[in-house]
């Protein structure tokens, strides 16, 4: 059995320098609003990862150790050392709406059992040319994996099918931003009051800070249970520089102000905030970020990026590579504010630090708790 420390070291392992799989094999999907390009698996510590899966030259930049298929029954060996077990594909997916839409059109599991979907898959920043340099969130509607708009009956039929099955536990809506006053926190909203026609589960939203913080208060009579409001970095340079549109629409006290009136209807752990690493970030910076969000109550949910097909960032090598040491000092350091604000990411209601596919905070909070 492995211990914290091991698994910690793992899970960023994998998040970072990702895997290579045999020739013939799936990649993952290559297009999204989160990190892509990747296969859920198992842990031996019975966690999920999404683990970005490289080739070629990719590959061989970020050291991606093989993962190979051992027998049928979903057994995969990382790095000649590690069984991992292979997330599998949930029979929903064969299944059509009734005006003829594939579900995995209109949702995807992310890990073994939440559900998730990007609402609207366009952005306003995408059609001014100042998108965030490492999304993609338009690629998958261009290459036929999505449609653009999913109604609220849509993604509730989903919903109904994937609970029905006993496959989904939590529910994560995100959406593109789109250019309008609610940034499209009406549409979350209205989503969620369709979910609740069908469902008890909890559901997650993502969306930017709005001027008019009332439409928080939306989501919350909606019957939302968690939110995210993602700042991306909290080096504002590197928040120029990576985030153009958001930076510009977004100051750092809009989001403040935003995750303090989440916290009005929402408990610490269930409003959170994505830090992305590897941008080449002041990493003290950071810390000291984590550490007076969570005594805020907002769960800092700090993700290595992952550069992908479609992004300005494609041929991207982040500031993690090659300093696996560093960035589990980091993880270690973040785990222990964790733990210090009474922050458990298992512990929240939905969405990303529940599921923690593509973020190693569960396993630095499990580290923290045992030191």
């Known amino acids: 059995m492995m211990n914290p420390e ?3 070291a793992l899970k960023i392992r994998l998040l970072t320098e990702g895997a290579s799989l045999p020739d013939g ?9 989160g990190p892509v390009g990747g296969r859920y698996f198992i842990l031996p510590n019975g966690r999920n990862c999404g683990v970005p899966i490289r080739e070629g030259k990719m590959a061989k930049r970020f050291e991606s150790a093989k993962i190979e298929p051992m027998d049928a029954d979903g057994t995969w060996l990382f790095d000649s050392t590690t ?4 997330v599998p594909k949930p029979a929903f997916y064969d299944l059509k709406t009734e005006d003829g839409i594939p579900y995995n059109k209109i949702a995807l599991l992310h890990g073994p059992n939440c559900l998730a979907t990007t609402a609207y898959q366009s952005c306003r920043y995408w059609n001014s040319a100042t998108q965030c340099k490492y999304c993609t969130i338009p690629m998958s509607h ?3 994996n999505t449609i653009l708009e999913k109604t609220p009956a849509q993604i509730a039929e989903v919903v109904q ?3 029905k099955e006993g496959t989904i536990k939590h529910i994560l809506l995100t959406t593109g931003t789109p ?3 609610d940034l499209g926190i009406t549409r979350l909203a209205d989503i969620t009051r369709s979910i609740r026609k069908v469902s008890e589960l909890p559901v997650a939203v993502q969306f930017e800070p709005p001027e008019d913080l009332s439409h928080i208060d939306l989501l919350a009579e909606a019957g939302v249970n968690a939110v995210g409001i993602h700042l991306e970095s909290a080096d504002e340079k590197v928040r120029e520089e990576f985030c153009p549109g958001k930076y510009k629409h977004g100051s750092f006290d809009a989001y403040k102000a935003a995750w303090e009136r989440s916290l009005e209807h929402f408990k610490p752990g269930d409003v959170s905030t994505f830090i992305l690493l590897g941008l080449g970030e002041n990493i003290p910076k950071t810390l000291q970020f984590c550490e007076d969000a969570a005594s805020m109550g907002v769960m800092p949910i700090v993700t290595p990026i ?3 097909a479609g992004s300005q960032l494609a041929d991207y090598t982040p500031s993690y590579v090659g300093a696996l040491d560093e960035t589990i000092d980091f993880y270690q350091s973040l785990g222990d504010i964790l733990v210090a604000s009474e922050l458990n990411p298992r512990e929240t209601a939905g969405g990303c630090s529940r599921c923690g596919g593509c973020t190693p905070i569960q396993e630095a909070y499990d580290w923290a708790s045992s030191n």
């Open 142 to 144: 261009l290459s036929d």
């Open 179 to 181: 250019d309008s006053v």
């Open 6 to 8: 091991e698994l910690l």
């Open 306 to 308: 992952r550069p992908a």
């Open 161 to 163: 099918a994937a609970e």
């Open 25 to 33: 094999f799936f990649s993952g999907r290559k297009g999204g609003a």
């Open 83 to 86: 069984n991992l077990i292979e």
